[in-house]
């Protein structure tokens, strides 16, 4: 079975500050990887994934993430934050066939002050 | 349609009631999926639908709960005597092929008094 660690529940942080929001899984097969991004009483919205090729993939509004096989690790990150990136961020895996089902991480609320 | 549809957006029902939530997927995504998002727990997977079929539906939490798709489209969910316990937002979602990214819908909030 997978499972998927958020290490952080809630991460508070400064405007135009960097911030790292963790995520480990752990799969005894291969994976893609996501993040998603649930802004205030909206659905839930893809951030960027990891499906094979380059460890570093870029997703939207100026977010990356990077793939470390060896730590089974997914970290998200944004060298500069705005105060419109305070939301809710869900870390994923998704098994590679099968019912290729998404097992989320309980998720880390950014919140980004002024 | 443009994206995933689901009705009701808001649903606050007594204990002890049925309950039924719709979900219309994208046009031709023939993988469907229903989630529960409770405060504090993050998305628990519950049902997964290939075509009209449900070749995965561990997560199911007990027979109360039962799920059908029907022309590879429309999905229902149906929550049997409900219980307070049951008060989440259930989220459906789809996905294009394998590899693809889900598009989830704005869910339902069920709220059981």
């Known amino acids: 079975a997978q499972s998927v660690t958020q290490l952080d529940s809630q991460v508070p942080v400064f405007e135009e500050a960097p911030v790292e929001l963790r995520c480990n899984y752990s799969s005894s097969v291969s994976v893609y990887l996501f993040w998603y991004v649930q802004y205030p009483n909206q659905g839930l919205q893809l951030l960027l994934k990891y499906l094979s090729g380059s460890t570093l993939v870029k997703g939207i509004n100026g977010f990356e993430a990077e793939f470390n096989k060896s730590q089974t690790s997914f970290h998200l990150r944004k060298p500069s934050v705005h105060i419109s990136d305070t939301a809710e961020y869900f870390c994923a895996v998704q098994t590679q066939g099968g019912s290729e089902k998404l097992v989320f991480g309980k998720g880390t609320k950014l919140t980004v002050n002024p | 349609g443009a994206g995933v549809s689901q009705s009701p957006s808001n649903k606050v029902t007594e204990k002890g009631k049925d309950v039924e939530l719709r979900c219309d997927p994208i046009s031709g995504h023939t993988a469907l999926y229903w989630y529960r998002q409770s405060l504090g727990q993050g998305l628990e997977f519950l049902i997964y639908?290939?075509?009209?079929?449900?070749?995965?539906k561990s997560g199911l939490p007990s027979d109360r709960f039962s799920a059908e798709r029907t022309g590879g489209s429309v999905s229902t969910l149906t929550i049997q005597r409900t219980q307070q316990e049951d008060s989440a937002v259930y989220l459906c979602a789809t996905r294009q092929g394998a590899g693809y990214g889900y598009t989830f819908g704005s869910g339902t909030r069920l709220t059981v008094v």
């Open positions: 639908f290939q075509g009209n079929s449900a070749p995965d």
